[in-house]
């Protein structure tokens, strides 16, 4: 069965890890594009640690022993103050030669807003639910229990904050209608070489995967590292659109693959109706070619071609009118082997003069109806 690989794609106007500097206040980023949407904005910080809009806060931690313990009463209880509350008392298991992670379940069994784990190194750790600068860990144990964990007594410690949060904020001296956000941080960064990568969906207009267009031609591929493929229906469409917007001797090769359809569009006004027959008998003729090819894949060389791949006739050609005469908007329902009709919906304009000063300027197609048989991966 004959495939390709699927290129016609709704563009997503993703910007995807922009790298950027802190500006002099070390609190203010300023993206190279305008965000779109603020949910789909994530940022990074040193390419390592993502960060959310509250910030990153980190709770009040005591750090112990790797062990095993030896656990004896009376020496089995822990005094400590969470959060400068009330003291509490917790009683952990006896016996010798305990593993560290057998205290922390313990530990966890009688506890309030504190918690008991083990390091990646195997070391007993404490430490409360409550993040940030406000929490605070203290050990008030008159037994030896503390000492035996590692746990210094009538010492404090307190939570703090990584990484401090951020919000988004129009920049006023922007466009309306494409404003500048802002990422603003809560307070300064620490670091004065630190860098940030923005994730965020910017608007088509600036968008530099499309151009402006809002449709890219790339492959794509799976979660398994696979080519996304067009089949059946989406294969008819995308082999008969490569070849209707191809320019006719682009190809060395093929000289006569594609047609002649931008060189038709820039006919004058008055004559706009001799274009529409030409653009339709040019669109005929280039249907006929790939008609041809598809026969021959199947009859000469013997590959398999379903009926909802071969294009079987052409049933009409539509145009839209525009009041740039260079713009045409072109709809075309072709019929399959299996009888079932389909249409295609592209808007197309005459290339532009060169410019000099900028590599911007948009010819070819711009517009497209990609709503049906389009593959997801």
């Known amino acids: 069965m004959s495939f390709d690989r699927k290129i016609d794609w709704v563009c997503p106007h993703m910007v995807v890890e922009e790298a950027l ?17 603020v949910a789909s904005l994530r940022v990074r ?23 095993p ?9 822990l005094v400590l103050s969470v959060n400068d509350g009330a003291d509490q008392t917790v009683t952990l298991p006896l016996g010798e030669a305990l593993t560290a992670s057998t205290l922390a379940t ?15 190194r195997g070391r007993f750790r ?12 203290m050990l008030k144990s008159s037994s030896n229990l503390a000492q035996t964990l590692g746990l ?32 603003v941080f809560d307070a ?4 004065f070489k630190e860098f940030v990568e923005l994730n965020y969906v910017t608007i088509r207009q600036e968008c530099r995967r499309c151009g402006g267009l809002g449709v890219e031609h790339d492959w794509r591929y799976t979660p398994h590292g696979n080519t996304v493929e067009a089949r059946y229906e989406a294969l008819l469409i995308q082999e008969n659109s490569k070849i209707a917007y191809t320019y006719r001797g682009s190809n060395p090769f093929h000289l006569w693959y594609g047609t002649s359809i931008f060189e038709m569009i820039a006919t004058k006004m008055g004559s706009r109706g001799l ?7 040019d669109l005929q003729e280039a249907f006929r070619n790939w008609q041809s090819i598809k026969k021959q894949q199947e009859e000469v060389v013997g590959q398999f071609v379903s009926d909802e791949e071969y294009p079987f006739q052409i049933l009409g050609v539509a145009f839209t009118g525009s009041p740039d005469p260079t713009v045409v908007f072109v709809t075309a329902t072709i019929q399959n082997r299996s009888q079932k009709p389909i249409q295609i919906s592209r808007g197309i304009s005459v290339p532009q003069p060169d410019n000099l000063l900028s590599s911007t300027a948009q010819e070819g197609v711009f517009r497209q109806s990609l709503t049906q048989f389009t593959l997801t991966e």
């Open 275 to 281: 274009a529409q027959n030409l653009i339709t008998k």
């Open 152 to 183: 210094p007594v009538l010492r404090q410690w307190r939570g703090r904050t990584a990484v401090p949060g951020w919000s988004v904020v129009n920049d006023p001296n922007t466009l309306p209608d494409r404003p500048t956000r802002l990422v």
């Open 45 to 67: 910080l040193d390419g390592e640690v993502f960060v959310p809009p509250m910030g990153i806060h980190l709770p009040a931690s005591a750090l112990g022993n790797k062990g």
């Open 21 to 37: 500097f802190l500006s002099s206040d070390r609190v203010t980023i300023k993206p190279l594009r305008p965000i779109g949407s």
């Open 126 to 137: 404490l430490s409360t639910k409550a993040k940030g600068s406000n929490a605070t860990l």
């Open 106 to 120: 313990g530990f966890n069994t009688g506890a309030q807003s504190v918690l008991a784990d083990v390091t990646p």
């Open 188 to 191: 300064p960064l620490l670091g």
């Open 69 to 77: 313990f030896t656990v004896r009463a009376p020496d089995n209880t």
